[in-house]
């Protein structure tokens, strides 16, 4: 199945400025709107990686003052700098020098409307190429509700005249449900020439990139209009917007992994990221969650309310349920890992077990081996990290604590109970704990105690 990911190709040249400089002040965050997630990536890696399936002939990416993150987040694409956010309209323009030279089609994109697919920006580049009078194609989507948005105005003739932004616009013009989702094809050579002749005599006191479709038909040009479904062109100003955003993409990444031959038992609560990979015959219980950096593979069973991240695991294993697997765990293939049982920075090797109440840092479990409920690695001195190596076939006794750095041999037997802290050689039983005492008959002697000394 193709996926938003997956190669296309445009017939003629065309270059795509992004912009990412706005403030995102309806967010009411420290960080820029831009690197807010959306499944498990920035929002503007989001755009930038379905504009590269495309192969743009340039990327241009405009950002602001103090944004290195947003700068290092879309390397190595050209960044341009707005130094001050005057509006859609002027943050197109700081890309003029980075295209002066440029012959061919301009794609303007928002890097807040993150899941527009590569097929409707072809789409709109090609409803910009196949009509010789049109200088600009816009993008546009119904919505019962558009406040926000600007409207699409047409004249008499059901031509597009220009694009009111929300704030500027009357009662009556409110009414229209057809918006403007950004998106806009240039033909070549026309940007920045109708950018020249934008003012900011606004609402906002803005430059808006909006207002060059009335120039257009003022100087007798054309603007198509492309009408695409919304689901793909919702903007995100808000974390309400953000929060219906992730939504949609979590149903394209479930969708996907259908597709791809899983099972999901609950859809609706598995939570996914862009980048997760789940082989087939994998089997996903109700409320999982896969952070970023998840490969599963084949005919994998995860069961209920695993949370799962920077983490591989190789076929036929079984998750859970109630397992947290944390970045660097690696878990071989039909290992099990149970419940609450954390792991990370090991090696759970082929066929070991660790299935219950455990936790398993920075160490290996080799092959077959199997770790008792309670288990600990003690990994952590309070300065710095060590290592547990724990043998093939070896078997770890419930509540042990392995008190790294330390290394039990293969095939060795450690006894339920023992703090371990000296290695252990290979077939070795070791017991590291205080020996049993019995005193016979010695219950009711206590009781006895007790009860005198109650009366
Ligand atoms: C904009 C459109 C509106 C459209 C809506 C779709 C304008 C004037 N308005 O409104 O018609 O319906 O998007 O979501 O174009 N940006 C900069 N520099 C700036 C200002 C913004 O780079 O000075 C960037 C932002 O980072 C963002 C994008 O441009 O990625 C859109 O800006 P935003 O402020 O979100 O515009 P909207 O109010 O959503
Ligand atoms: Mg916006």
Redesign the pocket.
């Known amino acids: 199945m193709e996926d938003n990911w997956t190669q296309r190709e445009a017939s003629s040249p065309f270059a795509v400025v992004l ?4 403030k ?1 002040t309806r967010m009411k965050s420290s960080l820029p ?2 690197m807010h997630s959306l499944g498990g990536q920035p929002m503007v890696s989001h755009i930038l990686r379905t504009v590269e399936t495309m192969s743009p002939d340039r990327i241009v990416v ?1 950002i ?1 003052p103090e944004m290195e993150d947003v700068a290092a987040a879309v390397a190595p694409h050209v960044t341009v700098v ?1 130094t001050e ?7 197109v323009i700081q890309a003029r020098s980075a295209l002066n030279d440029f012959k061919g089609d301009i794609v303007v994109l ?4 993150p899941l527009i697919t590569a097929d409707t920006i072809l789409a709109l580049l090609s409803a910009c190429a196949n009509e010789n009078s049109t200088s600009v194609a816009v993008l546009g989507f119904r919505l019962e509700d558009p406040t ?3 409207r699409l105005f047409y004249d008499v003739n059901g031509e597009l005249e220009k ?1 009111i ?1 929300d704030q500027d616009a009357t009662e009556s013009e409110r009414e229209i449900t057809l ?4 998106a806009m094809v240039f033909k070549s050579g026309v940007l920045f020439g109708l950018l020249d002749n934008i003012g900011n005599d606004n609402a906002k006191g ?1 430059y ?3 207002d060059v479709v009335a120039h257009v038909r003022v100087n007798g040009g054309k603007c198509s209009v492309l009408e695409a479904d919304v689901r793909e ?1 919702q ?1 995100i ?1 808000s974390r309400s917007d953000l929060a219906q955003a992730e939504a949609i993409m979590q149903t394209r990444l479930r969708e996907r992994a259908l597709a791809g031959g899983v099972t999901l038992l609950d859809p609706s609560t598995t939570w996914m990221c862009v980048d997760t990979r789940l082989g087939r015959d994998v089997v996903v219980g109700p409320n999982v969650f896969f952070g970023p950096g998840v490969v599963i593979g084949d005919a994998v069973e995860i069961r209920a309310f695993c949370h799962l991240e920077g983490v591989c695991v190789a076929a036929g294993a079984i998750i859970g349920p109630f397992a947290r697997l944390r970045p660097g765990a690696r878990v071989g293939e039909g290992a099990r890992i149970g419940n609450f049982v954390e792991i990370k920075s090991a090696d759970v090797e082929s066929g070991a077990k660790v299935n219950h109440l455990a936790y398993i840092g920075d160490a290996r479990v080799g092959k077959d081996a199997n770790i008792g409920a309670g288990t600990i690695t003690c990994n952590y001195d309070g300065f710095s990290k060590h290592h547990t190596d724990i043998g093939s076939g070896a078997f770890i006794g419930s509540n042990a604590a392995l008190v790294a750095p330390v290394s039990i041999g293969d095939r060795a037997i450690v006894g339920a109970g023992s703090v371990v802290t000296e290695d252990v050689e290979d077939d070795a039983l070791v017991v590291a704990r205080a020996d049993q005492k019995s005193l016979r008959g010695g219950a009711s002697r206590w009781r006895k105690r007790h009860l005198t000394d109650q009366s």
């Open positions: 912009l990412a400089a706005g995102g709107k831009v405009v602001g707005q956010q005057l509006g859609t309209g002027h943050a928002f890097a807040d409307t926000g948005y600007g694009i932004e918006c403007n989702s950004g803005e808006y990139l909006t062109l903007g100003n």
